[in-house]
């Protein structure tokens, strides 16, 4: 049974840094890629920061030089460190993994396999 957890959410000022995590179980993260994705109310869900298995990275526009992706194997864990948070940030955030090292198109939610549970990010 696989399960992806996320933690770290909460409310921030702007300005403000978290850091998200995501934790698996049933999952081995080494040989696979990861990615995290942000919802608000009314909108789709958006492709945050990816992690491909040999550790290369993607961001989306709105947050490349304020967040970065980081895994960690031996804990079997995928890192989001945020910061300069804008309320713009605001939002459920989802750890999702996909069966696959790497690959293009790693904004579309159906390329990934399991998501967690989400952890909400408030920046006022």
């Known amino acids: 049974h696989v399960q992806l957890v996320e933690s770290g959410g909460g409310a921030v000022q702007a300005g403000g840094t978290l850091e998200l995590s995501c934790t698996a179980s049933?999952?081995?993260?080494?040989?696979?890629?990861v990615g995290w994705f942000r919802q608000v109310p009314g909108k789709e869900r958006e492709g945050v920061a990816y992690i491909a298995a040999r550790f290369t990275t993607s961001y989306a526009d709105s947050v490349k030089g304020r967040f970065t992706i980081a895994r960690d194997n031996a804990k079997n864990t995928v890192s989001l460190q945020m910061n300069t948070l804008k309320p713009e940030d605001t939002g459920m955030y989802y750890c999702?993994?996909?069966?696959?090292?790497?690959?293009?198109?790693?904004?579309?939610?159906?390329?990934?396999?399991?998501w967690g549970q989400g952890t909400q990010v408030t920046v006022s």
């Open positions: 999702a993994a996909r069966n696959y090292p790497s690959g293009s198109a790693w904004t579309r939610e159906a390329a990934y396999d399991y």
């Open positions: 049933g999952y081995n993260f080494k040989t696979n890629s």
